[in-house]
Antibody, heavy 121, light 108 residues
Framework: EVQLVESGGGLVQPGGSLRLSCAASGFTFSSYEMNWVRQAPGKGLEWVSYISSSGSTIYYTDSVKGRFTISRDNAKNSLYLQMNSLRAEDTAVYYC??????????????WGRGTLVTVSS | SYELTQPPSVSASPGQTARITCSGDALPKQYAYWYQQKPGQAPVLVIYKDSERPSGIPERFSGSSSGTTVTLTISGVQAEDEADYYCQSADSSGTNAVFGGGTQLTVL
């Protein structure tokens, strides 16, 4: 079955860190560019970060630059998001999403079910 | 930063046509995409590259583009179409994805 499964969410204090993982299965992970998208409670979708299929090209939304790091391990069919210096406004469900573009941010044809990150003291 | 603008809400009776618009300055140069999201679920792609429909998406979903505005049209709305709909595109550099604020479709 073609799917993405996120894990690693939870409750963390402001200023803390968390590492999210996304396990891919049912398709050739190394051939696809990937993204993280988040959704704060009751709010809309917000794109967070993009990584090319090889990992050589990475983009971030301005609000997470310098705090979040996207990476991937194609041998393990996995995508990661290291989140440091977390703020209350980072509270959201984080989705990993498969990108159908080539060499640029495109569109997302496959989504995981998401993992909830709550930043609170 | 680049923004896409959608109406907060749209309503339609069963069998009628619902139209959801999305406006953005870069839309003449960048494709638009549409996602449907039901409560507690992940988004689902319903339209890509302005007007293409993925396999498995009903034919009543269609997309169009005119200048700085793209439109998602649902012909013959059904109760199961009640959901939030988001447009998405990229900025002119292609390095940032952008979502519209979302439109809640209510089926009366």
């Amino acid at each position: 079955e073609v799917q993405l499964v996120e894990s690693g969410g939870g409750l963390v204090q402001p200023g803390g860190s968390l590492r999210l993982s996304c396990a891919a299965s049912g398709f050739t992970f190394s051939s696809y560019e990937m993204n993280w998208v988040r959704q704060a409670p009751g709010k809309g979708l917000e794109w967070v970060s993009y990584i090319s299929s090889s990992g050589s090209t990475i983009y971030y939304t301005d609000s997470v630059k310098g705090r979040f790091t996207i990476s991937r391990d194609n041998a393990k069919n996995s995508l990661y998001l290291q989140m440091n210096s977390l703020r209350a406004e980072d509270t959201a469900v984080y989705y990993c999403a498969r990108d159908m573009s080539i060499n640029s941010v495109g569109y997302f044809d496959l989504w995981g079910r998401g993992t909830l990150v709550t930043v609170s003291s | 930063s680049y923004e896409l603008t959608q109406p907060p809400s749209v309503s339609a009776s069963p069998g009628q046509t619902a139209r959801i618009t999305c406006s953005g300055d870069a839309l003449p140069k960048q494709y638009a995409y549409w996602y449907q999201q039901k409560p507690g679920q992940a988004p689902v792609l319903v339209i890509y590259k302005d007007s293409e429909r993925p396999s498995g998406i009903p034919e009543r979903f269609s997309g169009s583009s005119s200048g700085t505005t793209v439109t998602l049209t649902i012909s013959g709305v059904q109760a199961e179409d009640e959901a939030d709909y988001y447009c998405q595109s990229a900025d002119s550099s292609g390095t940032n994805a952008v979502f519209g604020g979302g439109t809640q479709l209510t089926v009366l």
